[in-house]
């Protein structure tokens, strides 16, 4: 049982984790050692006190650079699933299971649109995990979505249960090359289907008839991700502390709301491990 888990390798989970660190607690930090797209990706920073001129690049090994000398450790894992069990947190990752007292959500905003019916069918046909889901899938007809080529060993998990799959990687260069999996250059726009799912609907207006679906994104919707978990206008519903309506339960950065810059997430980083700290010490 640790006492904590951050969700997160943006600014505001490094922040998070430092401040955690100084103060000696233990915690798992999920997330990807490329920190966040959002880093690398700025041409230029100008608005970061210290740095007038600073490009993503020189932010991300800045951060890097940090996480070594503090002596921080980034689980490469994706966060599919959360559970309050009454005093602590259960965080399913990548099929394993970990316990903690808190929970620091900096997950940033999500920014691939959910598909029409996704939300009503989750966990009826529509799933995030193939580890988790794959086997009830066993000999069926399946869709796999996929935003990233670091889940096509999901994809390949999930085409050796499956007896059929359509495959729809939002990438170019896709490596799956099995007998079962047809890769389709349409667009999905909606999941069918009442009880469970039924079928999918293409840009191209062509229905395919389906048992279920599987989207392996990076990121997932905090109020799917976390179970109760209260939302405001579409972003985590925190007050001044960085408190969210569940117990032990704190969120920082982007997923809380804008402004969407570095050093909000930083600040609320920093606060949300304080105000766990405290929580932990109460
Ligand atoms: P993010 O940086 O988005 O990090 C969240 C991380 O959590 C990501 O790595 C994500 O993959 C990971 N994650 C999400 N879900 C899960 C999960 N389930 N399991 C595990 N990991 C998960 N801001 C400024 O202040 N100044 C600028 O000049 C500026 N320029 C920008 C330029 C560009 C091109 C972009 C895109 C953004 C820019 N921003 C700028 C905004 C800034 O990047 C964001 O505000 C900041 O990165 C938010 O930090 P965060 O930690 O909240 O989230």
């Not at 699933?81 to 394993?96: H, I, P, R, W």
């Not at 691939?112 to 966990?123: F, I, M």
Request: proline letters at 3%; glycine letters at 8%.
């Amino acid at each position: 049982m640790y006492d904590c888990i951050i969700i997160g390798t943006g600014p505001a989970g490094l922040s998070a984790a430092l401040n955690l660190k100084t103060y000696k607690k233990s915690f798992v930090w999920f997330g990807s050692k490329n920190l966040s797209d959002k880093v690398q990706k700025a041409e230029k920073i100008t608005n970061y006190p210290g740095f007038p001129e600073l490009t993503g690049q020189e932010l991300f090994s800045r951060f890097t650079d940090h996480i070594q000398s503090a002596g921080l450790d980034i689980t490469e894992k994706t966060v599919t699933n959360v559970m309050s069990v009454g005093t602590y947190y259960m965080v399913l990752a990548d099929n394993e299971v970990y316990e903690a007292k808190t929970l620091i959500l900096a997950m940033g905003v999500m920014t691939a649109k959910l598909l029409k019916g996704e939300d009503e069918l989750l966990g009826r046909g529509v799933s995030y995990c193939a580890t988790c889901d794959g086997m009830f899938y066993k000999d069926k007809e399946i869709a796999v979505l996929c935003n990233d080529p670091k889940y096509e060993h999901e994809v390949e998990y999930l085409a050796d249960l499956a007896a059929k799959v359509t495959y729809f990687p939002m990438f170019s260069d896709s490596q799956i090359k099995k007998e079962n999996v047809t890769i389709s250059k349409d667009f999905p726009l909606e999941i069918k289907g009442s009880d469970r799912v039924t079928g999918l609907v293409l840009k191209s207006g062509k229905v395919l008839e389906l048992d279920g679906i599987f989207c392996l994104r990076n990121a997932i919707a905090p109020s799917k991700l976390v179970s109760g978990l209260e939302i405001e206008n579409g972003h985590i519903k925190v007050d001044r502390t960085q408190k969210t309506n569940l117990p032990g339960c704190f969120a920082a950065g982007d997923c809380t709301g804008r402004p969407y810059q570095y050093t909000k997430a930083v600040g609320e980083g920093n606060v949300a491990a304080h105000s766990c700290i405290s929580y932990l010490t109460e």
